[in-house]
Every structure is written in C-alpha cells, then in structure tokens.
C-alpha cells in the first residue's frame, strides 16, 4: 500500500511517518493501560492508513472503516470516498497527498457528507481517528450524536485559532483530553499536535 503523505518533500514524508508511527503507538499504550481493545476503528482523513494501520496490528479482528476524499488514496477496509463536514452538498477540494483538503480555489469537487448521515454501526467498544486538515473541526461537528457514541477519538489538531472550538465541542459530547503527542517544532512545515480524547462508559 502506497503511502501519499509528503511525497514532494521526501524529509517531510520521512518525518510525518515518524510522526504517524509515534503518536499511533502512544494511542495504542493508552489504550493499553485502559484496557481497551477495539472492535472498530474509523479513520476519518484516512489517506492511506498511516496511524490506523498500526492500531489494526495490535487488535487484529476490529473492523476498519475509511473515509477519504481523495480518490488517489488507497485505504484498506470498508472504504467510503467522502469528504467530511457540518452539512451535506459538494464542494472544493485540493489535492496534496497527506495534506488533500477542502479548499474555495481547489481543483476537483468532491462530495461532502455529515458524518451522522453514513448509517455506520457504532459498538461500545470503538475508537476514531479525524483527521482532516482545516476541516476537522467542521467534521467533528457532523458526527453530531454518533461522536458520543466512540470511547476514544483520536483528533489531530493543526489550527490553534480552532482548538478552543475542538476542545469545547469534545467536552459537550462528553470527552475529557487523555493526552496530548506533540509534533511542532520539528519542522516549520509541520505545525499540530494530536490529541486522544477518553469518554469516560456511561457519559
């Protein structure tokens, strides 16, 4: 499986699958020390699985369900070739590999979809991963109710000026920040954080 992310600048890919490699594995020792294995994954921004695929290695049976815009990309699993958003309609779309993004002046027009409008399944035991780019937060705010749904959700964060807006919504929907892998400074050109976000049973 080909993966997309920073294949114009072969050190930002190199340092981006660090990254990936790094903040799947403190998601996965979190994970751990709660005792939590998932019986479904969704990755949301999934490009090519670069974070989920190593959490597929540690619980092999859960099932995984992609969402991805770009059509260049090759997830594995039940694979939904969406954009994320707040409503349903099209919409602007720029292709960069790992960086593809909702944007005014972009190329292509791709669909776009609220997250609570797919019908997914979503058992006690599953955790997401979003990821899309400057439109996280928009996305977060689509899976409407089913994001309370998830024990887990792993968000990555690459707008400080939208931050309030992620940690506010997560904490509505009953989340509390379980930790926090730090990926700016690196690079200039690689400025966010990833954030997992624990539900605590019942909430």
Same mark, same amino acid.
């Given at each position: 499986?080909?993966?997309?992310t920073?294949?114009?600048?072969?050190?930002?890919?190199l340092?981006?699958?660090?990254?990936?490699?790094?903040?799947?594995?403190?998601t @996965?020792?979190?994970?751990? &020390?709660?005792?939590?294995?998932? &019986?479904?994954?969704?990755?949301?921004?999934?490009?090519?699985?670069?974070?989920?695929?190593?959490?597929?290695?540690?619980?092999?049976d859960?099932k995984?369900?992609? #969402?991805?815009?770009?059509?260049?990309?090759?997830?594995?699993?039940q694979v939904?070739?969406?954009? @994320?958003?707040?409503?349903?309609?099209?919409?602007?779309?720029?292709?960069?590999?790992?960086?593809?993004?909702?944007?005014?002046?972009?190329?292509?027009?791709?669909t776009?979809?609220?997250?609570?409008?797919?019908?997914l399944? #979503? !058992?006690?035991?599953?955790?997401?991963?979003?990821?899309?780019?400057?439109?996280?937060?928009?996305?977060?705010?689509?899976?409407?109710?089913? @994001?309370?749904?998830?024990? @887990?959700?792993?968000?990555?964060v690459?707008?400080?000026?939208?931050? !309030?807006?992620?940690?506010?919504?997560?904490?509505?929907?009953g989340?509390?920040?379980?930790?926090?892998?730090?990926?700016?400074?690196?690079?200039?050109?690689?400025?966010?954080?990833?954030?997992?976000?624990?539900?605590?049973?019942?909430?």
């Open positions: 499986m080909r993966n997309h920073y294949t114009r600048n072969p050190l930002d890919y340092i981006a699958k660090f990254h990936a490699s790094r903040t799947a594995g403190a @996965l020792d979190a994970c751990r &020390e709660l005792g939590f294995r998932a &019986e479904l994954v969704v990755d949301c921004g999934a490009n090519a699985n670069q974070v989920t695929r190593y959490w597929l290695r540690e619980w092999p859960a995984l369900v992609s #969402i991805e815009a770009n059509r260049n990309c090759r997830p594995a699993g939904i070739h969406t954009a @994320l958003g707040s409503t349903n309609g099209t919409a602007r779309f720029h292709l960069d590999g790992g960086r593809s993004h909702i944007d005014q002046d972009g190329g292509v027009t791709v776009v979809k609220r997250f609570d409008s797919l019908g399944d #979503i !058992p006690e035991r599953s955790i997401v991963k979003v990821d899309c780019e400057t439109s996280t937060y928009e996305a977060l705010l689509g899976m409407g109710a089913e @994001l309370s749904k998830f024990r @887990l959700a792993h968000v990555e690459n707008n400080d000026d939208l931050a !309030p807006r992620i940690y506010g919504l997560m904490a509505e929907r989340f509390t920040a379980h930790r926090v892998t730090d990926a700016s400074g690196w690079r200039r050109s690689i400025s966010f954080y990833d954030v997992l976000f624990l539900r605590e049973a019942g909430r």
